[in-house]
């Protein structure tokens, strides 16, 4: 790994950033080889954990999908070859119904950086429940002591506007660089999420797919909207060439790790050049750190890379794990457009709404959450049990002459087995012919890890947090080794 050429807060989440050239040559011979699934036989003993351990999980399973479409609520909790449902999360492990036991490495996909249900936060929350209640749709004393702490901390945040979730976030922030640029056209990295609104569901996961899943959603949603492949600063260029003469770009929108969290993860330079190129062609540039924000860095991957932004999109580690988790950050001249009340005394503005937005729980769990952040060194002490994880599967996988591949930014791990989301429409004979069967490789492989007690993020990308010490990391690389040796 090669160590980024700024110095490092001492606070970072990241100690290292990963060798994208090395990665990306490895990434590419992954999916230019046949899967490495787990034997059949193997297999089978997975099949037979589930059936056996967790016959709670699977009857409800089974109720869930008569009420529920697909059974399950949101992504995360979808598992082959039925989801688990969860009674107890404490720190670093989570409890299913039938009583099997489990590291927790999903982190509800991301926020509990702290690890799960801290008994400080929660507290707070509890005192403010009994005091004020969930809502009253009035001013509170944490909405101005979160939005004081997050301009803190983040370095391009004069003012912050909290709304429900990373979705609307995005929508907002779209929004607000239309009205105040008084442009139309939106540039997004191909293969990036930004939440499922009408606009941005185009080009996700895979780079080049365009409108593939925007079932249900008029092709006018997103005329706008266009996206380029990743790291190609070139590319990206001659959009916002063309898209001067018809107008101009109101924003370029980018996971600063990379694509879908760092699965494709963005060369070092590669933010500070989308700067300049928002400098020169006059469109803004919004950072999605609703995963980055507040994991990688108390100051977010901004932060990290030194690189400010225009606007800051915020989710996930906002508040910890409780709902309504999302915000819009910026410049003052910028965020002004977002002013609330009714009436034109504030000018032209981008409107947002939200009935149960900054309501008073939310807030003081996102305030306290940031502030045992802070006092606990948190970002860091999860980094570096990302890094000890990552270079434990990496000798693991090395030892055993396996093409897995696996790489850290800080305290998100990326393991790709199958490599399924790094497949390319520029191949579409390959993408057609092989995308189901490594799609069933990554879920058998989750399967596996969740039959070992590991759960993780669709077996491919695992969230250290605080509350993993080097026994729990040590512990979970000896059953990633037991998995690994089913392939053999």
């Keep these: 790994m090669n160590a980024p050429t700024a110095p490092i807060p001492a606070t970072s989440g990241i100690s290292r950033w990963p060798d994208t050239t090395a990665v990306d040559a490895r990434l590419k011979a992954l999916i230019t080889q046949p899967i490495r699934p787990i034997r059949r036989e193997h297999m ?49 492990h989570l409890e299913d119904i039938d009583g099997n036991r489990y590291i927790d ?38 909405e101005v002591k979160l939005a004081e702490l997050v301009c ?21 922030a779209i929004r607000l660089a239309r009205a105040y640029t008084n442009k139309k056209w939106i540039i997004k990295i191909g293969g990036a999420y930004h939440g499922w609104s ?71 330079d590669f933010n500070a050049n989308l700067r300049k190129l928002c400098d020169e062609f006059g469109a803004l540039l919004i950072f999605d750190e609703v995963v980055s924000g507040f994991r990688v860095g108390m100051g977010g991957a901004q932060g ?17 794990g409780y709902p309504m988790a999302g915000g819009i950050g910026g410049r003052r001249d910028i965020m002004m457009m977002l002013a609330g009340g009714i009436g034109g005394k504030q000018g032209k503005r981008a409107f947002v709404g939200g009935t149960l937005t900054a309501n008073p729980l939310s807030c003081v769990a996102g305030y306290h959450t940031l502030l045992e952040m802070e006092k606990r060194n948190a970002c860091a002490i999860a980094g570096r049990a990302g890094d000890r994880m990552a270079t434990g599967l990496a000798q693991i996988i090395e030892r055993l002459g396996l093409p897995y591949v696996v790489y850290n930014q800080g305290s998100v791990v990326h393991l790709q087995t199958s490599g399924v989301l790094l497949l390319n429409v520029r191949n579409p004979i390959q993408l057609m012919r092989e995308v189901n069967p490594r799609k069933h ?14 759960v993780t ?3 491919s990308r695992l969230y ?24 053999m």
């Design 44 to 92: 089978q003993k997975v099949h037979d954990y589930f059936e056996h351990n967790c016959r709670a999980s699977k009857q409800l399973a089974g109720r869930a999908a008569e009420v529920i479409p697909g059974g399950i609520q949101h992504n995360l909790a979808f598992n082959y070859p039925f989801p688990l449902a969860m009674k107890n999360a404490l720190g670093a």
């Design 464 to 487: 250290t947090s605080a509350a993993d010490t080097d026994e729990i990391v040590d512990e979970a690389l000896n059953r990633f080794e037991d998995v690994f040796k089913m392939v």
């Design 152 to 172: 803190k901390h983040v370095p391009s945040v004069e003012m912050f506007r909290m709304l429900a979730s990373g979705t609307e976030s995005v929508m907002g």
């Design 105 to 142: 490495f999903l982190q509800a996909g991301g926020p509990t950086l702290l690890g799960s249900n801290d008994p400080v936060v929660q507290e707070k929350v509890i005192e403010t429940l009994r005091e004020c209640g969930p809502v009253t749709g009035l001013l509170h004393e944490y």
């Design 457 to 459: 993020l669709a077996g």
């Design 198 to 268: 009408d606009q941005v569901v185009y080009g996700m996961r895979i780079p080049g797919t365009g409108r593939r899943e925007a079932l249900g959603i008029p092709s006018g949603s997103t005329s706008y909207t266009q996206e380029s492949f990743p790291n190609d600063l070139a590319a990206i260029r001659r959009r916002l060439w063309l898209n001067r003469l018809r107008g101009g770009t109101a924003a370029i929108i980018v996971e600063p790790l990379g694509p879908e969290s760092g699965t494709r993860p963005a060369h070092k």
């Design 304 to 320: 990290y890379f030194g690189v400010m932004p225009d606007l800051t999109i915020f989710g996930k580690c906002l508040t910890g």
């Design 441 to 454: 490789m990554m879920e058998e492989m989750g399967a596996a890890y969740m039959a070992h007690g590991l």
